[in-house]
């Protein structure tokens, strides 16, 4: 199994700037480009590659997808986990691809990598769609924060109540800050929906019995996650200031969240929503933080709406 996993691998690996990328194409080249940036970090874009690149594909987008530097499929034994190394990453992706423009689907994290990459390489972008996107993190953990409380609050959970004060008090920029906000969001199930539709629930079977995804499961380090908090300090940022300038700039821009996905409040969402624009924002019932395999219909049907 392990030599079958290299050879994937090498099959779809592509070199920019000189070094080995995991990049995959899916559908017409002559198509409209989308490139879609995973979240994480050290994340991979294999779930979405499993579930939906190639549907996507099959609705009229000619779909690339990538793992950045360091993460998933791409490996490299001195990635600097910067910004500038990934923007310089993806006009790699656009030079080898022969894009011109391109709309970038940013989910999560990789919500923030194509905001700022948008931001400074404007003239590339035909438009950014926002999935699940990390907005302002001091917010989101907040935010964490707060509904966690409140379920311990019913629960008359002491112990868990306790931990959540003593996060409350730690330094808002550390890394153990955002580590220990992200476990109570696990714990309090935030990244899923209670109500999964039969769709969802086929996918993420498909998903589990990935032996690639499976892989990268297991063999996940926090390596990434370190480099880009010391590298870049993104744990205090907020991407709103960066949305109303390309705002301002009439670069398109189109979000989708879900209703069940607990690292946002409401507040975030209206936000985003009164900056871009009631049209440009669907806030979704029944889905959570992985939009486009809770809701893959409506993902799909939006972004043909917007931008095909």
Not at 66 to 74: A, F, K, M, P, Q
Not at 115 to 142: F, M, R, W
Not at 181 to 200: D, L, V, W
């Amino acid at each position: 199994m392990k030599y079958i996993f290299l050879f994937i691998l090498f099959l779809v690996s592509f070199f920019v700037n000189g070094q080995s990328l995991y990049t995959k194409a899916y559908g017409n080249s002559k198509n409209k480009p989308v490139i879609f940036i995973h979240g994480g970090p050290g994340s991979s874009s294999r779930a979405f590659e499993v579930t939906t690149a190639q549907k996507l594909a099959d609705h009229g987008f000619y779909v690339v997808l990538y793992d950045r530097r360091g993460e998933g499929l791409s490996n490299d034994k001195n990635p600097k986990y910067n910004f500038q190394q990934t923007f310089d990453d993806l006009n790699g992706i656009y030079k080898q691809f022969n894009f011109k423009k391109a709309t970038l689907i940013g989910f999560s994290f990789g919500g923030i990598i194509a905001t700022l990459y948008a931001e400074k390489y404007s003239e590339n972008i035909k438009s950014l769609v926002l999935v699940s996107s990390l907005l302002s993190q001091p917010e989101t953990y907040k935010n964490i924060l707060a509904k966690s409380k409140v379920i311990y609050q019913a629960q008359k959970d002491s112990t868990n109540l306790r931990d959540v004060s003593a996060i409350e008090k730690m330094d808002p920029n550390s890394f153990e800050y955002r580590a220990s906000c992200f476990k109570h969001s696990s714990r309090n199930g935030f990244f899923s929906t209670k109500n999964q539709h039969e769709s969802a629930k086929s996918l993420y079977a498909e998903l589990g019995s990935d032996t690639v995804y499976k892989n990268l499961s297991k063999h996940k380090t926090d390596a990434p996650v370190v480099g880009f908090w010391k590298n870049e300090n993104y744990s205090g940022m907020s991407i709103m200031p960066a949305l109303k300038r390309l705002h301002k700039k009439k670069v398109s821009i189109y979000a989708l969240y879900g209703k069940d996905d607990g690292i946002f409040s409401i507040q975030q969402i209206k936000n985003l929503q009164n900056l871009i624009g009631t049209g440009q924002l669907k806030y979704l019932e029944d889905c959570s933080h992985y939009l486009y395999t809770d809701q893959q219909a409506e993902f799909i049907s939006s972004l043909g709406q917007w931008i095909k």
